[in-house]
């Protein structure tokens, strides 16, 4: 048999242009280059910015296109210079194509390029469906925790910079003194700042509906207050000035024109902070405000994947959550998938399985 017969067939959906169905259709297997693997993916994960990306061409670099930024899978091959994984080896990794603008590093194919520092060695405990909702979460928590460099994320939208300190899992987490508002902490990018601030000794209060109230908690968060709650401003003061001095900002998951009014009534009843949004921030903040925008693709995360999640994920400290709903098998059931998260979930990351 001749050795090119078999080669695995590479499949993907591509985006041919803004708004319109994906299309599936072969491509050509990606090869990794230096300090990348190639991972046959096993389920992707769907985000608000595939949804952007999807319907308005935000941040497409080059078309066709093929979009989505979480994969769980295993080793297909790995660059010539890779020391940490080897093929076969289960991953979880985030594709980087929202800043390459390369296809073969979308997520929404049987085979993605992932480079090796944003990827992480996946515990056999942990099943693909769950491990997926870690990768871009990372990203957007990493980004807005620990990034120490100024930065822009588009012109006159500067990156948030809170330059905290990472988790570790060897040393007990001694309490930073610092609290954090987190709202929206049920969603995916929520749920991963409360566990990753929790874990780095930061005290977190979190914004979510009634019903999510447990996930929150499950997630670390020392209160957690209901976003219907009329008295929402009175009682978050209440609850940063239970936690004691050092409240450090409010990081809005959600960033819509709902919860920004809101997120600015906490921060001029505290007097002053950071308001971290997982979209472009709103334009009229006071003075002392600082306002600025997560971006999910950022140098930050590298210690993350890299020192933290699999230790962390083996040893129950960092849980896969939202947890996942699987929306169906195949890349033809991404288009479906991205209309259920458009449609809106809550506490639940959308995923589907190929």
């Not at 017969?5 to 985006?15: D, G, I, Y």
């Not at 709650?229 to 409010?250: H, Q, R, S, T, Y």
Request: charged content about 15%; aromatic content about 6%.
């Amino acid at each position: 048999m001749n050795s090119h017969m078999a080669l695995p067939t590479n499949r993907v959906a591509w985006l041919i242009k803004a708004d319109t169905p994906l299309e599936v259709s072969d491509a050509p297997m990606p090869t990794p280059g230096l300090g990348e693997l190639v991972v046959h993916n096993v389920v992707v994960g769907m985000n608000q910015v595939d949804s952007w990306m999807l319907e308005a061409g935000v941040f497409v670099k080059q078309w066709p296109s093929i979009i989505g930024n979480d994969v769980a899978g295993t080793v297909y091959a790995v660059g010539p210079d890779v020391q940490r994984f080897r093929k076969g080896d289960r991953v979880i990794g985030h594709g980087m194509t929202l800043v390459t603008g390369r296809p073969e590093d979308g997520a929404f194919a049987l085979y993605t390029v992932v480079r090796a520092d944003r990827a992480a060695l996946l515990p056999n405990s942990i099943a693909f469906t769950d491990g997926v909702v870690i990768p871009l979460a990372v990203g957007a928590a990493a980004c807005a925790l620990f990034r120490q460099e100024p930065g822009e994320v588009m012109p006159g939208v500067p990156l948030t910079v809170l330059g905290l300190p990472y988790p570790s899992v060897l040393h007990p987490v001694t309490s930073s003194g610092k609290t954090l508002v987190v709202y929206g902490g049920s969603s995916t990018v929520g749920s991963m700042v409360t566990q990753l601030a929790t874990a780095a000794g930061v005290t977190v209060i979190t914004i979510t509906g009634a019903h999510n109230f447990a996930l929150s908690q499950r997630c670390g968060a020392a209160q957690v207050i209901d976003h219907k709650d009329p008295a929402i401003v009175d009682k978050v003061v209440a609850a940063v000035a239970k936690c004691g001095a050092g409240f450090i900002g409010l990081i809005d998951a959600i960033a819509t024109p709902d919860t920004y009014p809101i997120a600015l009534a906490i921060l001029a009843a505290l007097g002053s902070g950071h308001l971290a949004c997982t979209h472009p921030p709103p334009a009229d903040v006071p003075a002392n405000v600082k306002a600025s925008m997560i971006y999910s693709v950022n140098d930050a995360s590298i210690p993350v994947f890299r020192d933290y999640l699999t230790p962390a994920l083996e040893a129950g400290k960092l849980q896969c959550l939202p947890p996942p709903i699987v929306a169906g098998k195949g890349l033809e059931c991404i288009q479906d998938a991205m209309r259920k998260l458009q449609a809106g979930v809550s506490a639940a990351k959308v995923v589907v399985e190929l």
